[in-house]
């Protein structure tokens, strides 16, 4: 199975459009894939977070036991395997998975979670007009 953990530095850059794009364009192609956010927005309630209403709407995907929420304390160990647990359900029978990363993490806890779903990483950043070729 494949998983590609999505992540950028900021809220708005285009994580949801990019996981949502990927997910219908391999489907698409014959191939079962699944989106997963694991943790909610910031200030978002995990049953509200409007993310996952996009995945279900555009993909007729439901969110069964994800998002979580981030508490004060940050990632701590329980809530990684609770992270594992409901990645374990989402990608059942899936090839791909489209992980949704948090910017409510740092870089390394976003990398201790992308391990521990064994996932590639991709960094989305919003475009600007002051965004350099250089």
């Known amino acids: 199975m494949t998983v590609l953990y999505v992540a950028s530095d900021e809220e708005g850059a285009g994580k949801t ?45 439901r969110a069964e036991g994800w998002p979580l929420k981030l508490s004060g304390r940050g990632l701590t160990r329980a809530l990684l395997e609770g992270i594992s647990t409901a990645f374990k359900v989402v990608s059942e029978g899936a090839d791909a998975v489209l992980v949704e990363g948090s910017c409510d993490l740092s870089a390394k806890q976003s990398q201790r979670v992308a391990d521990a779903l064994d996932a590639k990483i991709v960094v989305v950043a919003r475009y600007g007009h002051d965004l350099s070729a250089s």
Do not use: E, M, N, W
Request: aromatic share 4%; charged share 20%.
């Open 17 to 61: 459009a990019l996981c949502a794009t990927l997910a219908d364009k391999i489907r698409q192609r014959g191939v079962k894939a699944a989106v997963f956010k694991p943790l909610a927005g910031a200030g978002q309630d995990p049953g509200s977070d409007p993310d996952v209403q996009v995945y279900h709407k555009l993909l007729g995907q």
